[in-house]
C-alpha cells in the first residue's frame, strides 16, 4: 500500500557535509552500505552555513552591511561545486535568490517569517550540491511537509504531510536515490518554513513516518549515542542499543544528540533509528527501538545560559495554588520553557533558558504580586541513572544553587 518496501532513510547533518572531502565521504559511505534498497538522503547545510545566514539575516534586517559575508557564503559553496565537479547552475540561481530575498529584508516585516525565507537557503544550496555529485534525484520537501506559521518552529500538519508525501515519493524512489533538504517546510500559502534548529533529523523522522520505512539511519561524527557529548565530558561510553523513551527522555532534558522531535513519530511506527558514524560506516553505533535493556551507564548532560528564577510572595502568603497558577501564566505569556522547577513555604523557584528579553516582560508582569530574584550564566547539570560516584564528578567544585534528584535523574543548577 502506502509503505516503500525496504525503504531506509539516510540523515547526513552539516559537519557530514562541511566540505568536498566530506561529500565524497558521504557517497562512499552510500554506496557502501545502501545497496540496492530504496534510499531517501535528507541533508542539512554545509558546515556552519546556517550559522552564518543567521548572521547575514540579522544584519540585513539591522540595516547594517551584508555583502562581503553574502559574497564569502556564495564562493564557499561554489568552490565546493566546483571541487566535486557539479554543475554550478543550480547554485547561482539559488545564491541571486538568495541576494535578492535579503534585498527585500525589511524591519517593519515580521522578523520570524523573514528569518525562514532566508535561513532555508543553506539546505537549499547543499542538496543541489549533493544530489547533482550523486546523481541523485533533488526533490524539494516545502510542498510537502505542510505546517502551520509558526515561523521558526513550524508545526507539522500530519494528515496532508503523509497524503502530499504518499503521493509524491513511491514513483521516484522506484527510480533511484532521492535527495531532499531537512529543517525546511511550506505553509499552505507556498511560503517556507523551518522545523526548530537543528531540525534534520525530525524531517528524516517525518518521512519514514509517512513512507512506512524500515529504517532511519543518522550519520554523525560520533561512533553512536553516547553517554556523554565527548566535547565537554571526558571518559564517554557507547550505548549499543537503547530504547525510544530513554532516548526521549535524554533528548528533553538537552543531550543535542537527536532533536527531541524525532522519537515520537518513529516510535509510533516502530521504526528503528539507528546513529552511526560517518567516519566508520561498518561499526555497528547505536540502535534505538521499542526494546528492554538492563541498566544503562549514567548519562550526563550539560545546558548552558540557564537562569534561575525565585518569586516570593510579597505579603508573607504561602505559595498556594492560586499563586502557582498566576506565576504559571506569566511564565507562558514571556515564553520562558521550565527546565526545572522547586517550591518552598514561601518561594517558588524555576530553571529556565535565560533570554534577556524574556526575563524581563516576566519581572514586568510579576512585580506587583512578587518579589522576583534572578541569577543568569547559570549551568543545569543532568545526570539520568546517577549513581554516588556520578553526582560527586558533576557537582565537586562547583556551586550548587538548587538540586533535585527523583529516583532516575538528579539534577542540579550550579554558578
Ligand atoms: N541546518 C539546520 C541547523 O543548523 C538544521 C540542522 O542542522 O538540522 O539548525
Ligand atoms: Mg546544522
Not at 14 to 29: C, K, M, P, T
Not at 46 to 58: D, P, R, S, V
Request: glycine share 6%.
Amino acid at each position: 500500500m502506502d509503505a516503500v518496501q525496504h525503504l531506509q532513510v539516510y540523515k547526513f547533518g552539516g559537519a557530514s557535509v562541511r566540505d568536498a572531502a566530506a561529500i565524497r565521504n558521504l557517497a562512499q559511505v552510500v554506496q557502501a552500505t545502501a545497496a540496492g534498497r530504496p534510499l531517501l538522503i535528507v541533508v542539512s547545510a554545509m558546515g556552519k552555513t546556517t550559522n552564518a545566514l543567521e548572521a547575514l539575516f540579522q544584519n540585513a534586517y539591522a540595516g547594517l552591511a551584508h555583502a562581503p559575508a553574502l559574497a564569502e557564503l556564495g564562493d564557499f559553496h561554489r568552490t565546493v561545486a566546483t571541487a566535486l565537479g557539479s554543475s554550478l547552475a543550480e547554485v547561482e540561481n539559488l545564491l541571486a535568490a538568495l541576494a535578492e530575498q535579503l534585498a527585500t529584508v525589511a524591519a517593519e516585516a515580521d522578523y520570524d517569517q523573514q528569518y525562514d525565507q532566508i535561513i532555508s537557503f543553506g539546505e537549499l544550496l547543499a542538496t543541489r550540491i549533493v544530489a547533482d555529485f550523486l546523481g541523485a534525484q533533488w526533490l524539494d520537501c516545502r510542498p510537502l511537509i505542510r505546517t502551520d506559521e509558526t515561523w521558526r518552529e513550524g508545526r507539522v500538519d500530519w494528515p496532508v504531510t503523509e497524503r502530499r508525501i504518499q503521493a509524491a515519493l513511491p514513483g521516484r524512489l522506484a527510480t533511484g536515490v532521492v535527495v531532499t533538504q531537512g529543517f525546511l517546510g511550506g505553509t499552505a500559502a507556498g511560503a517556507t518554513t523551518t522545523l526548530g534548529r537543528e531540525g534534520s533529523d525530525y524531517t528524516a523522522a517525518i518521512f519514514a513516518y509517512c513512507l512506512r520505512a524500515e529504517s532511519v539511519t543518522i550519520w554523525k561524527d560520533v561512533p553512536g549515542l553516547l553517554n556523554a557529548d565527548p566535547k565537554i565530558f571526558a571518559d564517554t561510553v557507547l550505548y549499543p542499543e537503547i530504547s525510544y523513551a530513554e532516548t526521549i527522555e535524554m533528548a528533553f532534558y538537552g543531550a543535542s544528540v537527536i532533536h527531541p522531535k524525532t522519537l515520537k513519530p518513529l516510535a509510533d511506527r516502530a521504526i528503528p533509528l539507528r546513529v552511526k558514524s560517518f567516519l566508520d560506516a561498518a561499526a555497528p553505533g547505536t540502535l534505538i527501538h521499542d526494546c528492554q535493556h538492563p541498566p544503562l551507564a549514567p548519562a550526563f548532560i550539560r545546558k548552558t545560559e540557564q537562569c534561575l528564577i525565585s518569586f516570593e510572595s510579597k505579603d508573607f502568603a504561602f505559595i498556594s495554588e492560586e499563586n502557582l497558577a498566576v506565576i504559571f501564566e506569566a511564565l507562558a505569556q514571556a515564553k520562558l520553557k521550565i527546565n526545572l522547577m522547586q517550591n518552598s513555604a514561601l518561594s517558588f523557584s524555576i530553571c529556565a533558558d535565560y533570554s534577556e528579553r524574556r526575563v524581563n516582560k516576566l519581572l514586568g508582569l510579576m512585580r506587583e504580586q512578587f518579589r522576583v530574584h534572578y541569577n543568569s550564566g547559570l549551568f543545569l547539570f543532568t545526570v539520568k541513572n546517577y549513581d554516588g560516584a556520578s553526582i560527586i564528578s558533576i557537582i565537586s567544585g562547583r556551586q550548587v544553587l538548587l538540586e533535585q534528584r527523583t529516583r532516575g535523574t538528579f539534577q542540579a543548577v550550579c554558578a
